[in-house]
């Protein structure tokens, strides 16, 4: 624990690349491979459960420190992170215990946490903390608490491991694929395969990392001049599904989302598919829909796929899902992804003409005689389901992640829905934003203006969208309009009125609103609009698709 306290630290003091890199590298080389196995886990983003509940933790913490609730309080206030608050308030650690490993410490004393009954927790959390230095705790109390967080990139560890193991760096990526999923503990031989010099990768059901595209927020009338001719672009539309690809290897069939979440159980249809319809050696990048024979049917359908927890016949009749297959990166056992775009595009559509499967469907390759035809065409997006195009140079290769050399795809998304809405409550964020309100619960009014009782119902959270001087702007009002605290939350005289965007909006029985909608995020501070002009939830179902 104390060398990956010490890299915790390095990594979160630098901003410098080069220096996380001589850190992580440093850390990599000295590292037992058992413990290095967990923190690649962690820095490459894996997300371990919560396993002391937060206000049972506080309360033992506090008992611990000696102090009284309201000072507590002040002081996570404070500081901002409940895990540096514990590590500073409690007393010095007693002397002279043996020092432990990461992997021994998540083995032997913290994963065992969850599930024990409050008294045995207490006493497990005392002892353990007593052994550690003040600088381990703050670690320790943050894998506790699952918000474990450090300035560094996924791309940064691949490097790493790269370095040290003398594996290529795209090799390294994909093995990476699904070794931080939900639930994982990652072993010594996990980390030993991803440095292997052998490649063993191909005989797993390993997808490739997924190439990102850039957002275009272009005037189409630019399109000439930043993009050229849109013959020079195979234009597809912008599904809202789940990214995924389908790996057909070593006489099985996977199904991995962008999150890097295995989800062949949840799509046992698609499992089956691949088996069926594709030869050995296939990998096929494409969206996951609830398809309706003709059209993608909204996001909310296929969250109520994903919500449950066995799937029944009649699930299955009433949300049918399909692969929309718009890539093939891997044919033959062969990895296609240095070829060009049109290439790979032009081998996808003869592999699906092959297969005739109806659950593995061609993305559709849009044609416009200009940009502005395009543009034209781009308008139908919301009635048809999808959230804009998808632009890719035809001479593109399939990259890994969002990569700095701009230009080979772009996500051309049609304007996100939008309504005004009233800030009601605000907490503290994290990282450098740990000292500021910046996330906020956005309500609007149950009625129009003159209706009798009306009231704020709360409908969405968001944190983006907000430049530094106005988030310090709107931090300022809220801690004179604050009503009300609630730990780190503050509920606040309703003053202040932004228009919030969102890329979807559903039905929800899980809301008091009885509405959700996704990606909210703030457009613009709207100080010129009163509240009592705020909008409604008239407004919100107006949004809401037709059935």
Do not use: C
Request: no cysteine; glycine share 8%.
């Amino acid at each position: 624990m104390k060398a990956f306290a010490a890299l915790y630290q390095a990594l979160d003091a630098s901003t410098s690349n080069l220096a996380k890199q001589a850190a992580l590298r440093e850390y990599l080389r000295a590292a037992p491979p058992e413990d290095a196995a967990w923190a690649v886990y962690f820095l490459a983003g894996g997300k371990p459960r919560q396993l002391v509940p937060t206000k049972w933790l506080r309360a033992v913490a506090r008992e611990a420190a000696g102090l009284p609730e309201w000072l507590f309080d002040e002081s996570y206030e404070a500081v901002g992170d409940l895990a540096e608050t514990i590590a500073l308030l409690l007393p010095s650690p007693a002397a002279g215990a043996p020092p432990l490993g990461l992997a021994q410490w998540l083995r032997d004393h913290l994963l065992p946490l969850r599930g024990l009954s409050p008294d045995t927790q207490a006493e497990r959390l005392r002892a353990q903390w007593e052994r550690l230095a003040p600088e381990e705790r703050l670690v320790y109390f943050k894998l506790i608490t699952g918000a474990f967080r450090v300035g560094v990139s996924r791309l940064q560890v691949t490097q790493a491991l790269a370095a040290v193991s003398g594996v290529d760096a795209k090799r390294i990526a994909q093995r990476l694929m699904g070794y931080t999923g939900v639930g994982a503990q990652p072993g010594a031989a996990d980390y030993l395969r991803l440095v292997s010099p052998d490649d063993d990768a191909a005989a797993q059901g390993h997808p490739y990392p997924f190439f990102l595209a850039h957002p275009l927020a272009l005037p189409v009338e630019r399109f000439d001049d930043a993009l050229g001719p849109p013959a020079d672009w195979i234009v597809e539309w912008k599904w809202d599904g789940i990214r995924a690809q389908l790996v057909r290897r070593a006489e099985g069939a996977w199904l991995w989302t962008r999150g890097e979440e295995l989800v062949s159980d949840r799509f046992p249809e698609l499992q089956a598919m691949g088996m069926q319809a594709l030869p050995e050696g296939t990998v096929i990048d494409g969206e996951i829909v609830v398809w309706d024979g003709e059209r993608a049917r909204p996001f909310a359908d296929l969250q109520k796929r994903i919500g449950r927890k066995t799937l029944g016949p009649k699930i299955l009749r009433e949300l049918p899902v399909a692969l929309l297959a718009y890539d093939l990166l891997e044919e033959g056992g062969h990895d296609l992804r240095g070829l060009p775009q049109h290439e790979r595009r032009a081998r996808l559509d003869a592999l699906l003409a092959r297969a005739a499967h109806p659950a593995l469907i061609a993305s559709p390759v849009l044609a416009g005689a200009d940009w502005a035809d395009l543009a034209r065409q781009r308008e139908s997006a919301r009635d048809r389901g999808v959230e804009g195009m998808m632009l890719k140079a035809r001479a593109a290769q399939y990259g890994v992640g969002r990569t700095k050399d701009v230009g080979t795809w772009w996500k051309w998304k049609i304007a996100p829905l939008s309504v005004d809405a009233v800030l009601i409550y605000a907490q503290r964020g994290h990282g450098r934003r740990a000292s500021l309100y910046s996330d906020y619960t956005f309500a609007v009014w149950s009625g129009p203006p003159g209706d009798e009782g009306r009231t704020l119902v709360p409908f969405a959270k968001a944190y983006s969208g907000l430049t530094d001087a106005e988030m310090a702007r709107v931090d300022a009002i809220i801690r004179k309009t604050t009503v009300e605290s609630f730990g780190p939350v503050r509920s606040v005289r309703p003053t202040l009125v932004f228009e919030l965007g969102f890329e979807g909006i559903a039905r929800s029985g899980r809301h008091k609103s009885g509405i959700a909608v996704r990606f909210p995020r703030m457009l613009r501070w709207r100080e010129d609009k009163p509240v009592d002009e705020a909008d409604t939830l008239q407004t919100l179902a107006a949004l809401l698709p037709l059935p």
